[in-house]
Nanobody
């Protein structure tokens, strides 16, 4: 059974940077497609970024606008989201997710496994 645990969330000032992480256990990490989603209060969960099993292909939501970078370390079973130029609209619970097909995926319905989320708050 694949399990995902996020960490690294917190409070950051507008314009600041934060990197959140997710450790994955219980599955064949090198074959998993991985992604980050977020959910703000009162809003639907939305796609942020995704990376293929090889790490060679990535895709991002339009609102990221080159501010975020998704990466993975297949030796450590880790996925990361480096976030720069944060603004209050980025405040949300951020979730990492995984699926068994290895490709990039942008829909919540395509993911089989989810973490519990980590809170990111952007405020002065």
């Amino acid at each position: 059974h694949v399990q995902l645990v996020e960490s690294g969330g917190g409070l950051v000032q507008p314009g600041g940077s934060l990197t959140i992480s997710c450790v994955v256990s219980g599955g064949a990490f090198n074959s998993l497609g991985l992604g980050w989603f977020r959910q703000a209060p009162g809003k639907e969960r939305e796609f942020v970024a995704a990376i293929s099993s090889s790490g060679l292909t990535t895709t991002y939501a339009n609102f990221v606008k080159a501010r975020f970078i998704i990466s993975r370390d297949n030796a450590k079973n880790m996925i990361y989201l480096q976030m720069n130029g944060l603004n209050p609209e980025d405040t949300a619970v951020y979730y990492c997710a995984a699926h068994d097909r290895g490709s990039v995926a942008i829909e919540t319905s395509e993911y089989d496994y989810w973490g519990q989320g980590t809170q990111v708050t952007v405020s002065s």
